[in-house]
């Protein structure tokens, strides 16, 4: 079963000073390429739990892992870093990702600082995932049969990353289906008068899911 899961990473979300309009937006998207988003989780910005969360997923055998937040050059920016113990692989600057970085900010006219070098480091093993919009790349990297996926948390950033780079492979690696969805309006009937056919249904199609 091609299965996904999305951690959110971030103290703001935890908080409730900022709405996790990234998950709910990546659960839709995947569900229709195919995918069975199975969990979101959201986590603080902290290594050892952030690791904890990967290793748990990469346990089930996911298929399809992506991360939000975590990828900028700050303090509390520590999901490249985790994802590298998660996996038990060194941190270490990409070079791609360094031209990346580099270019971004030689066009602002900015120094390349120790803090946007950061931006560079990865799992020794990671490809980065271009960012047209920010200065941060994402990060894609293989375990197993599990495909981990690191983007920004600025959803804009998330967003364009996601559908120029990520949907095009998630497609052509997933399910090869059809998604179909449609709404029914039903007046005059209460929803415990539906429920035995509902019931009735989702134990006969399995692939059919109906919410009321």
């Known amino acids: ?33 195919g995918y ?4 979101i989780v959201v986590v603080p ?17 996911t298929k399809v892992i992506i991360t939000t937040g975590g990828l900028g050059p700050t303090f509390d920016d520590k999901t490249s870093e985790a994802l590298a113990k998660a996996l038990n692989m060194k ?14 900010y030689e066009k602002m006219g900015l120094e390349l600082t120790d803090h946007r070098i950061k931006l560079a480091k990865m799992p020794e093993k990671a490809k980065p995932i271009p960012n047209p919009v920010g200065s941060a790349p994402g990060i ?6 599990s495909l981990i996926i690191a983007l920004p948390g600025v959803p804009k950033e998330m967003k364009e990353m996601f559908e120029k780079h990520v949907e095009p492979l998630l497609k052509d690696v997933g399910p090869k289906l059809a ?24 134990k006969e199609v399995v692939k059919v899911y109906i919410k009321s």
Do not use: H
Not at 140 to 145: H, I, N, Q, S, T
Not at 186 to 200: D, H, R, T, V
């Open 91 to 104: 941190w270490v600057i990409n070079d791609e990702a360094l031209n990346f970085v580099r270019e971004k």
């Open 140 to 145: 894609l990297v293989e375990k197993g049969d």
């Open 36 to 39: 069975n988003v199975r969990r």
């Open 1 to 33: 079963m091609f299965t996904a899961e999305i951690i959110s990473i971030g103290n703001e979300l935890l908080i409730g000073k900022t709405v996790n309009t990234n998950a709910t937006w990546l659960g839709r998207k995947l569900t229709v390429i």
């Open 45 to 61: 910005d902290e290594i050892d739990e952030i690791a904890a969360v990967i290793r748990e997923a990469l346990a089930r055998k």
């Open 179 to 202: 998604f179909y969805e449609d709404t029914l309006v039903l007046k005059g009937i209460p929803e415990s008068s539906l429920a035995p056919f509902i019931n009735q249904v989702m």
